[in-house]
């Protein structure tokens, strides 16, 4: 019957190890999985990065990994957002509902309810419809951003509002989000928040503070940002030169650019989709390989651990008895001789005392008087202070070979509690000279600066 239950708790166990190895794999093939679709991303490849999100998303559903869970739809929505802003609010509501139901850093609410407003601004831009659901978002987004004092994410709310209120026509109220979050910019969203500002200025036909603030916007490798700054500069020059003709043929030249650069993009991200269905390929090899090995491996181990357990299981009751027997009698002779060494060390300590207890007694019994002790009757205080404590004084003057006699002796009084008023009577010193005496030998000697920690705290110790 033992051996029965022994053996279904033994399976049970490898069988929760394997749940539980199963869960750890997924949970990491997730996080791998978000890691590069990030960098497809980076580089370009839309397709590849979809499709890897959409695998991180079900790997760390099943392992319950709810961080990369939410992520991964943030990221789809992210990449979604320019060819289907309805895909991405959806995905971004997703991603919400998924954080509520596991929160874990309130920087990611403030991250998500951000994205939310935009992609809700997109479709309410795209389809000519509310924006209150946009602002419903951003405005919840800023209130915890301002609450917990987080300034990037204020910049990057308030720059969202500016984009919503610019979308809605509304340029004078996008101007004043948009120098609010030109007050608490970083350096990573200021040229964000310059666009807005410049555009605003653009819009309202302020043309000069367009032009100082797009002049202000330092696009470094970024060639796209250059493009935008170039292109809006050159608007700003025709429509000051009132060629409003020329300037619509630019802006059909530039569209014409961009679907030039977006093709590129698309011939760009089939060569990376070819390279991960390959590398999928491989990889499902890969694993039902390994997953063969483990279930080979699971099966011996699962064998050899029921032999060893029914061998211990026999071996444990023919020795049980044997066993017991014996550590009843080591259990005897040990508490035995502990107990002869404790009285031995008792009684010497005891004897070592009563012989040289008249130094000791005269140091307590002395009152305000003045104290003197002998040569002898110091060293039999240090004697017994030996005695007690394992040749502590005996180690410090072997440890500290230049310290002076009255240094020991100072030493000894303050070990033995003797008060300072008590030890001024032996030196024939104030209070407050004994304090000073004791804080310059901590000092100089024992090396401890802390005024908190005292001599009688080092000798203690």
């Known amino acids: 019957m033992f051996t029965r239950t022994l053996y279904i708790f033994i399976l049970g166990v490898l069988m929760v190890a394997c749940s539980q190895q199963q869960k750890e794999a997924d949970s990491q093939t ?19 990065g979809e499709t890897l999100l959409r695998m991180a ?20 929505a992210e990449a979604l957002s320019q060819s289907n802003p309805e895909e991405a609010l959806r995905l971004m509501k997703k991603a919400l509902s998924v954080y509520e139901q596991h929160p874990d850093d309130e920087r990611n609410r403030v991250i998500l309810l951000d994205y939310a407003g935009t992609y809700a601004a997109q479709v309410a831009f795209t389809t000519e419809g509310s924006f209150d659901e946009a602002l419903d978002f951003v405005n919840k987004a800023y209130d915890i951003a301002e609450e917990k004092q987080m300034t990037d994410l204020m910049c990057q709310t308030l720059t969202s509002l500016a984009n919503i209120a610019w979308a809605k026509d509304d340029y004078r109220q996008a101007l004043d989000y ?13 040229s964000g928040t310059l666009q807005v500002l410049a555009r605003s200025y653009l819009d309202l036909n302020m043309l000069d503070s367009a032009e100082t603030i797009y002049r202000q916007i330092e696009p470094g490798d970024n060639v796209h940002l250059a493009y935008i700054v170039q292109s809006n500069l050159a608007r700003i020059a025709l429509r000051r030169m009132g060629a409003t003709k020329v300037e619509d043929d630019i802006d059909d030249a530039f569209e014409r650019v961009e679907n030039i650069y977006y093709k590129a993009l698309g011939q760009k991200d089939q060569y990376y989709q070819e390279t991960l269905r390959q590398e999928m390929e491989n990889q499902q090899l890969e694993y039902r390989s390994q997953m063969y090995g483990r279930t080979l491996l699971i099966t011996i181990i699962a064998s050899l651990i029921v032999i060893v357990a029914l061998l211990l299981v026999v071996r444990y009751r023919i020795q049980a008895q044997r066993q017991e027997k014996r550590q009843l009698q080591q259990e005897a002779e040990y508490q035995k001789a502990q107990l002869h060494q404790a009285n031995e060390v008792v009684a010497f300590l005891q004897n070592f005392i009563l012989e040289r207890t008249e130094a000791i007694k005269k140091l ?14 110091w060293n039999e205080v240090e004697r017994t202070l030996n005695a007690i404590d394992n040749n502590r004084f005996a180690n410090i003057r072997e440890q500290y070979p230049n310290m002076q006699e009255d240094d020991i002796r100072l030493c000894l009084l303050t070990r033995l509690g003797i008060s300072n008023r008590a030890i001024g009577n032996i030196y024939c010193i104030t209070v407050s000279a004994v304090q000073h005496r004791k804080l310059k030998l901590k000092k100089d000697v024992f090396g401890e600066s802390n005024p908190d920690v005292t001599l009688e705290q080092i000798l203690n110790s």
């Not at 948009?178 to 200021?190: G, K, S, W, Y």
């Not at 307590?364 to 009757?377: A, F, K, Q, R, V």
């Open 57 to 76: 998303i079900q790997l760390s559903e099943a392992s319950e990994d709810w961080h990369t869970y939410y992520i991964a739809y943030q990221r789809l």
């Open 30 to 48: 997730a996080a791998r999985c978000l890691e590069e679709a990030e960098a497809a991303l980076a580089n370009d490849s839309i397709r590849q």
């Open 364 to 377: 307590n019994e002395s009152g305000d008087s003045t104290i003197y002790l002998s040569p002898h009757e």
């Open 178 to 190: 948009a120098h609010r979050a030109e007050t608490v910019a970083t350096d990573d969203l200021r």
